[in-house]
């Protein structure tokens, strides 16, 4: 059974710092999301990573996969005030559509 | 294009009834899926399914029915409310293609069940 997790859960940060929010997940995914949710509202789909080595650039985040580890990053530049949100990664589990989903990392950027 | 629609917005059960969350979505998405979200898990598979007539079990199904009669609709059936089941239900929807941008989400379902 797909497990992912999300490290950190919460994470403070100080507007123009860097940071780096982390995705493992346990068994063979092909697929990989990163959602923002604001408060109250809906999953926003940031990206979707399909293969080993994808790297997708956004504005100030970017997503990178790595299949071999098991691992996806959601890297932060120069925080800004705007990018306060929750972020979740959710895998798909091989042979299957199930979509899982790690429990999202709350980011408050401080001015 | 309406996207992922839900209804309704917000809903207040008695323990024991009986409802229907609705799900309709307008761009000929293959996949649709149901979910909950609660506070500090993230958001967990109730139902899904690949196509009419084709649906399955995710993570958490017990108490939810589903139907898939038409590509565009999926509904989820309560059969008895619980407590348990206050939550947030989201809808989600997607191509089969596999380089598709993701799944699009409905803006959610706020069940309370008294």
């Known amino acids: 059974e797909l497990k992912v997790e999300q490290n950190p859960l919460f994470l403070s940060m100080q507007e123009g710092k860097n940071y780096t929010i982390y995705c493992n997940y346990s068994?063979?995914?092909?697929?990989l999301y990163w959602y923002r949710q604001d408060p109250g509202k809906s999953l926003e789909s940031l990206f979707v990573?399909?293969?080993?080595?994808a790297v997708k650039q956004e504005g100030r985040l970017m997503a990178s996969l790595d299949t071999k580890a098991r691992l996806s990053t959601l890297h932060i530049t120069a925080a800004v005030h705007d990018l306060s949100a929750t972020y979740f990664c959710?895998?798909?589990?091989?042979?299957?559509?199930?979509?899982?989903f790690g429990k999202g990392t709350k980011l408050t950027v401080n001015p | 294009n309406a996207g992922v629609t839900q209804t309704p917005k917000f809903q207040v059960l008695k323990t024991g009834q009986s409802m229907t969350l609705q799900c309709a979505q307008d761009?000929?998405?293959?996949?649709m899926s149901w979910y909950r979200q609660d506070p500090g898990m993230g958001l967990r598979l109730i139902h899904y399914?690949?196509?009419?007539?084709?649906?399955d079990q995710g993570e958490v199904p017990n108490g939810y029915n589903v139907s898939r009669s038409t590509t565009e609709d999926f509904p989820l059936r309560l059969l008895s409310a619980a407590p348990s089941q206050t939550s947030v239900y989201f809808c989600?929807?997607?191509?089969?293609?596999?380089?598709?941008?993701?799944?699009?989400f409905g803006s959610g379902t706020r069940l309370t069940v008294v």
């Open positions: 989600a929807s997607s191509y089969s293609d596999r380089v598709s941008s993701g799944y699009t």
């Open positions: 068994t063979t995914s092909d697929r």
């Open positions: 990573l399909l293969s080993n080595g």
């Open positions: 959710a895998a798909v589990q091989g042979g299957s559509e199930k979509l899982v």
């Open positions: 761009m000929n998405h293959e996949y």
């Open positions: 399914s690949v196509g009419a007539g084709i649906t």
